[in-house]
């Protein structure tokens, strides 16, 4: 690579640290059982009909996907009563983060973002010389004050992520509304819902697209990663204005959300039979975990997501390994400077009584 230049913002980016895969577990430590519980994926296989409409469409993949996703684009609106031409459907909800970020941030621009968060459009603003404010948290909850005394001229995007990951903790939809509505209108608010159906289910949880109308600055991203068990085909989309959608859609360019993923996808949002599968499962998970934690002593965040932040009062990095050999991987929450906290997803009944066995052993 001598004499070829790259962006200088590159030598201060930490690349992506992946989940552990089942396979490099199980070959590094000789183990058959494995369980995940680091990405936050859905625990159950892909609902039958997803599979039916991926099988049908695969017949025709000698032929280019629809180019923008028109009709995934109609089926989105027709659901959450957004037109279409606010809609930016993209090769995961991470593509569209991606495609955003590129769009809007320019070098010198300022990111206002919560110091524990997903770090995926800050990681991009960064490469494109953007300068993060990264606002400490109060306790357990985002400092809404501090970031909005944090606007400057430089401020071009404040991100909140709602329900927050890693945390899994909601911002009530007053607080956010009104938060919204004390931003300055030419700053973007980017709300990262990709936990979307697991927070709706929390009454204090801000139906943020019905703000939309009305705020041109705002920008929400949904997934259908997690809910609608579709992580591995990547599909998400971002709802934001006609002008700014239109420019997004310009910048990634066309045919990025492969077939099969439009297929599924448009599939997905009409089986709320799995949606409810999965948020049930998901909260008998979680109480599962929390009766054990409550009467461990161990202190957690109560989730309104499909993981839980967990004080496990050891260093995260040795749990981490000591839960790896015994074939559990979950998130070290050392990542983002919780040295003794971990990030355990959500998983089948089963799963999640072989986590908690398997962390007995280490506590
Ligand atoms: C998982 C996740 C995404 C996007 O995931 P995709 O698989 O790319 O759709 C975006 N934001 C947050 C906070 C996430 O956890």
């Excluded at 494995?34 to 609902?47: G, H, Q, T």
């Excluded at 770090?119 to 490469?127: D, R, V």
């Excluded at 934001?240 to 420019?247: S, V, W």
């Excluded at 009062?313 to 390994?321: P, R, T």
């Amino acid at each position: 690579m001598d004499g070829i230049i790259l962006r200088e913002e590159l030598e201060n980016i930490r690349g992506y640290i992946p989940g552990r895969s089942i396979e490099e577990v199980q070959e590094e430590y000789g183990l058959s059982d494995i369980v995940k519980l680091a990405s936050n994926e859905n625990p159950m296989p892909p609902s039958p009909k997803v599979l039916e409409a991926i099988q049908k469409a695969a017949l025709d993949i000698n032929i280019y996907p629809d180019a923008l996703g028109d009709a995934l684009r109609k089926k989105l609106s027709e659901k959450y009563g957004v037109e279409s031409e606010n809609i930016v459907v993209g090769n995961g909800g991470m593509e569209v983060i991606l495609a955003m970020a590129g769009t809007i941030i320019t070098k010198g621009d300022e990111i206002i973002m919560p110091a524990t968060t997903f770090p995926g459009f800050g990681f991009k603003s960064s490469l494109l010389g953007g300068k993060l404010v990264k606002v400490p948290l109060n306790k357990y909850d985002f400092d809404l004050d501090k970031m909005l005394e944090s606007i400057t001229e430089k401020t071009k995007v404040i991100y909140i992520c709602n329900p927050n990951n890693p945390t899994g903790k909601i911002i009530p939809k007053n607080k956010l509304k009104e938060f919204i509505d004390k931003v300055p209108k030419n700053i973007v608010v980017f709300i990262d819902e990709a936990y979307y159906y697991y927070g709706v289910k929390n009454s204090e949880y801000l139906d943020s697209v019905r703000l939309l109308k009305d705020r041109e600055n705002l920008i929400i991203l949904r997934s259908f990663s997690k809910s609608s068990g579709l992580a591995g085909l990547r599909v998400g989309f971002g709802l934001t204005n006609k002008k700014l959608a239109e420019n997004f859609r310009k910048a990634l360019g066309p045919f990025t959300v492969n077939k099969l993923a439009q297929a599924a996808a448009i599939t997905a949002l009409d089986d709320e039979e799995y949606l409810e599968k999965t948020v049930e499962l998901n909260y008998k998970s979680l109480g599962i975990m929390e009766d054990f934690f409550k009467k461990n002593n161990l202190e957690y965040i109560e989730s309104n997501a499909n993981f839980i932040f967990v004080n496990v009062k050891q260093h995260s990095k040795i749990v981490f390994h000591e839960l790896m050999k015994r074939g559990v991987i979950i998130r070290p929450g050392f990542q983002w400077g919780w040295d003794n906290w971990i990030r355990v997803s959500t998983g089948t009944e089963e799963e999640t009584h072989m986590f908690i066995e398997k962390l007995k052993e280490i506590l």
